[in-house]
């Protein structure tokens, strides 16, 4: 699979997340799956290690794991199943933060987690060391107001779905993690949409209305700053 991605063009992978069964598995599960696909990417493409566990010490140590075979970042869920409040996920995020000198992504996923990250909190955790999010939230709005607050802050942007991808595009998001690679979902669609002229028509119109809409967005904000 690893090379599967490479030879379709992905710029990095998400391991141990929602599709990669991670949270369903021990800690000792979870180690053999950082080395074999660092190893395997060889350095070629970005490698992110989800290390979530309802426990912050084996958070910790899965984050300390992934840094020594290789990984490039690490990212967590926000901690789940009692669904703490903001200061407590903060907390977790600082923890993590200093426990690696890897970058330290939060993964929002809220219908996983119960934790529903709001930009103005995605501000505040990159201030207590967070770099990065990859957004589950299957939503264009969440995924434009994250693009307003944090689109200066954040180097990177990892988010979800197949059309997310397409409407975050403009904003200058660099790396898209999925399970199945952003170039190879596009290939498929446009394969589907061969020799059907609406179907081609809608692809067209899907990805030029998101990518419009996010733009428009990033207008205002920079016209605003502008006035101000």
Do not use: W
């Not at 990805?207 to 205002?220: E, H, P, Q």
């Amino acid at each position: 699979m690893v090379e599967f991605h490479i030879d379709k063009g992905v710029h990095g992978l998400f391991i141990c997340g929602t599709h990669g069964s991670g949270p369903i598995m021990a800690v000792e599960e979870r180690k053999p799956v950082h080395q074999i696909v660092v190893d395997q990417a060889k350095g070629r493409i970005t490698v992110v290690a989800h290390i979530a566990t309802t426990s912050t010490e084996q958070s910790v140590e899965l984050a300390g794991h992934a840094e020594s075979v290789g990984a490039d970042c690490v990212a967590s869920i926000s901690p789940y199943y009692h669904r703490p409040d903001e200061r407590t996920v903060a907390d977790f995020f600082r923890t993590l933060a200093k426990a690696v000198d890897l970058p330290a992504y939060i993964y929002n996923n809220p219908r996983a987690s119960g934790v529903a990250i709001t930009p103005s909190f995605l501000c505040h955790l990159a201030d207590v060391g967070v770099q990065g999010v990859k957004d589950s939230g299957f939503s264009f709005i969440e995924l434009t107001h994250f693009m307003l607050a944090n689109a200066l802050r954040f180097p990177m942007m990892f988010l979800g779905g197949v059309f997310l991808p397409v409407a975050s595009l403009p904003s200058g998001s660099r790396l898209v993690a999925r399970a199945l690679p952003l170039t190879y979902a596009l290939e498929a669609l446009s394969a589907a949409a061969d020799g059907c002229p609406l179907a081609t028509v809608a692809l067209d119109l899907i990805s030029l209305v998101a990518s419009t809409i996010v733009l428009f967005g990033l207008s205002v904000r920079t016209m605003a700053r502008r006035v101000a």
